[in-house]
């Protein structure tokens, strides 16, 4: 009997029904039954620009190729989901169709969301539950297409469809934009370069996707800071990797003595400057002295790319909110919070209400003039 299996969106979105087919756990050909149901999903992230839709259409056209190779038999079952069924995918509507699926097809339901898998074996089907990939630890090198646009003087990498490749070289306040290479990036290129990144920061230890939305993700791989756009958000398909070149200490910067006293008694600080100029860079110095001056430190951040130590808790938007990350850092009860970046009028809020109940606080802000970021409150 030809093994026969119904995948989830699960399987797909994370790539192991692929893993799972080239190490021959399925069996010799199996017979992979997709639902109607993942494939409207799919289309429906691919449709809104998001790029874990372009990564799971990656996956579903690798499964065809299988087919067409024989290597498995591939099959489409089911009805699409209608609008309001789609709708109601939170609540798990769309996972008991595919449940259903499966029960109709008598196939294995594969999964690698732990409460399908649990629903299903409690309605009597039989379930493959797909293990995670072992993470990529840090010190294994990682081997992409965008690290050859790099050298060792590189802050950032800036590539975009038809367009050749620039980068931005020097260090924080003296830097220049130089042409990598007089040939465009192809269509199929930054695809690929695209693709590549979103894999990798999936299945790396210290990596992860900060924010994604229609048609813009921000990624943190490693100590890549990467934005991925895309139309309806810019004109043109647009990759823009940020590097940190240095990472310094205090005692790294000519400080004045008289205001290396005031760092050490001031609890309300203002690092302010122009995008470049290496504000975060002394920010993070900055945690850094604090915590070694037995100091709870923590970091406020929209993206999560300071360089501090490990010891260093960084913070993001809880539920989309940096208000609520407020709430819950004050019951942390740090001595300082490096507030990276201070730029709306509910971050200075955050910002006054912290110092207000005691809390050292270091905030970046973009501005040309130290008043002028004063005078931003």
């Known amino acids: 009997m030809v093994d026969r299996f119904v995948c989830d969106t699960s399987v797909i979105f994370n790539g192991l ?3 799972l087919v080239d190490n021959g756990e399925l069996g010799e050909n199996p017979e992979i039954l997709i639902p109607n149901i993942v494939v409207a999903e799919i289309e429906y992230r691919t449709n809104i620009q998001k790029e874990i839709g372009f990564f799971g259409l990656n996956v579903l056209k690798k499964l065809r190729k299988w087919h067409d190779e024989k290597i498995i038999k591939l099959i489409i079952v089911g009805n699409r989901p209608t609008r309001e069924e789609i709708k109601m995918s939170p609540g798990g509507e769309l996972d008991a169709l595919i449940r259903e699926s499966a029960l109709k097809n008598e ?5 690698s969301d732990r409460i399908q898998g649990d629903v299903g ?3 009597g089907l039989e379930v493959f539950v797909a293990k995670q990939k072992k993470l990529i630890k840090d010190t294994e ?3 992409l297409k965008l690290f050859d646009y790099f050298d060792d003087i590189t802050m950032s990498v800036h590539l ?4 050749a490749p620039y980068a931005k070289k020097g260090s924080p306040g003296s830097w220049y934009l130089e042409k990598i290479t007089e040939e465009p990036i192809s269509s199929q290129l930054i695809e690929h370069i695209a693709l590549e990144i979103i894999e990798n920061v999936r299945e790396d230890q210290h ?3 900060e924010i994604e939305k229609e048609g813009a993700v921000v990624a943190q791989l490693r100590e890549f800071r990467i934005v991925i756009t895309r139309p309806p958000f810019s004109k043109d398909v647009e990759i823009t990797a940020v590097r940190p070149l240095v990472s310094l200490t205090l005692s790294d910067y ?3 003595t008289r205001l290396k006293k005031r760092l050490e008694v001031a609890e309300g600080i203002l690092v302010s400057g122009s995008p470049g100029a290496g504000k975060s860079t002394f920010s993070a110095a900055l945690a850094n002295y604090y915590l070694s001056q037995d100091k709870v430190v923590k970091t406020l951040e929209s993206v999560r790319d300071l360089q501090v130590r490990p010891e260093i808790t960084q913070y993001t938007k809880l539920e989309g ?3 609520n990350s407020a709430d819950i850092l004050l019951l942390v009860r740090p001595d300082f919070t490096i507030f990276d970046e201070v730029r709306v009028f509910g971050d200075f809020k955050i910002y006054s209400d912290f110092r207000l109940s005691g809390v050292g606080m270091v905030g970046v802000v973009h501005s040309s003039s130290a008043i002028d970021a004063i005078q931003r409150f």
């Open 17 to 19: 029904i692929l893993d």
């Open 107 to 111: 196939a294995i339901l594969i999964t």
């Open 121 to 123: 074996i409690f309605e």
């Open 141 to 143: 090198p990682l081997k």
């Open 160 to 163: 975009k469809r038809n367009i």
């Open 207 to 209: 990596s992860f996707i």
């Open 254 to 256: 000519s400080i004045d």
């Open 321 to 323: 909110s940096l208000e």
